[in-house]
């Protein structure tokens, strides 16, 4: 079975959210693993603890901006100072509220960045991704 | 830790006869049961309203291409009112999810991709509705506060049953099974207790004794000598009891 990507990180504090990802990626054969952490803060100690293992570090980071602890913006800001073994890894795509005003948001995201998409998570985008 | 504690679990009625449509949506719930769950599934649509009132699904999936919805019938649902999931063979039945306000639409063979979807915009539905719901009830609160609507209670007597603003009470004093209430009109006497009233009086009123309940607003002076006492605005002189100075002071101090 081959699947798009290897490992698939989401970042978001609402159950909902990512139940329904986990749910579009298991089903439609996306990702081999899935990886879910509740706030910014978690991620990045998954991320320190695993920089130097390839294997455990995600393709893709499904990043929620508007978290307790630590925000989406501040992860983005952390993980830019984390050297990667592997720099392909760990791209990011920032996932917004549709309520949320997108140009001010965009125009503080950094070049981790790699997409951006909103909320709802559909499944065509993460097969066009 | 999440945000939302416990995720929303949708109850649901089916009205379907199509046995694949059936079967699909059996494994769809056996797949996901920490959202959704099946109440029943009917195949035929004469007990909607008894139904919904009977068990109050948060959602309705009915197959527009068996079942013609029930319009006329929906102002007899008495709970609040379901959301709708339009299922049908036909392109064309995507009109009848849109002239019944459906949430969504799904075409047949059905699909876990497009129901997860549903059930997610339906969870995410009713909790735009609830914290609307919460926001304008809020919003009213506020207002009545600021407005200080008027409350009343009611004076009973022998001949008669007088309702009286709390906004003309000065204070209440207990007579045995009576209370004197002392108002901007003269003293008026009730056959109910002040028991009674201390729980209705509320805001600006506070029990500083066991025989008096006083309205803060016609409070000229709280003297602190030989004991604590309330001068009212009609020269009235008002003892507080010991065990509620401490409570008193820091009532007053408040508002």
Do not use: W
Not at chain 1, 60 to 81: A, H, N, T
Not at chain 2, 7 to 32: G, H, P, R, T
Not at chain 2, 215 to 233: A, H, P
């Amino acid at each position: 079975m081959s699947f798009k990507f290897h490992r698939i990180m989401m970042i978001d504090d609402e159950e909902i959210d990512n139940y329904l990802t986990k749910a579009l990626i298991k089903n439609n054969n996306l990702a081999k693993k899935v990886i879910v952490f509740n706030n910014g803060f978690d991620a990045i100690n998954y991320i320190k603890d695993h920089k130097d293992i390839s294997d455990k570090l995600p393709d893709l980071i499904l990043l929620d901006i508007y978290m307790p602890k630590m925000d989406g913006i501040e992860f983005l800001d952390v993980l830019s100072g984390i050297p990667l073994v592997d720099e392909g890894k760990c791209k990011v795509c920032v996932v917004s509220s549709s309520v949320i005003d997108n140009d001010i948001l965009k125009s503080k995201l950094s070049k981790k960045v790699h997409y951006f998409t909103k909320k709802p998570i559909t499944l065509n985008f993460l097969q066009t991704i | 830790m999440y945000l939302v504690v416990d995720m929303k679990k949708l109850s649901v009625i089916i009205f379907e006869n199509d046995a694949e449509a059936i079967q699909s949506l059996q494994i769809f719930e056996a797949e996901n049961r920490v959202l959704f769950s099946i109440i029943s599934i009917e195949n035929d649509i004469t007990n909607l309203v008894s139904l919904v009132n009977e068990f109050k699904p948060d959602a309705i999936i009915l197959a527009a291409d068996i079942f013609s919805f029930p319009e006329a019938e929906l102002n007899k649902i008495v709970v609040r009112k379901p959301k709708l999931v339009f299922i049908s063979k036909h392109k064309e039945d995507a009109f009848k999810a849109y002239a019944n306000i459906a949430l969504d639409f799904i075409l047949k063979p059905l699909n876990p991709n497009y129901l997860i979807v549903s059930v997610y915009r339906i969870i995410r539905y009713i909790e735009m509705e609830n914290a609307y719901q919460q926001k304008v009830l809020s919003g009213i609160e506020d207002i009545n506060k600021k407005e200080n609507k008027a409350k009343h209670v009611t004076i009973t007597s022998v001949d008669k049953i007088e309702i009286l603003k709390t906004d003309a009470i000065m204070y209440c004093k207990a007579d045995g099974k009576y209370t004197e209430f002392y108002t901007v009109k003269g003293k008026k006497l009730s056959s109910k207790n002040i028991g009674e009233y201390s729980t209705l009086l509320e805001e600006h009123f506070f029990r500083i004794h066991h025989s008096y309940v006083v309205n803060i607003k016609y409070i000229d002076e709280v003297i602190k000598k030989n004991g604590v006492f309330c001068k009212l605005s009609n020269g009235d002189i008002l003892p507080v009891s010991r065990r509620k100075q401490e409570s008193f002071i820091n009532f007053i101090n408040k508002k």
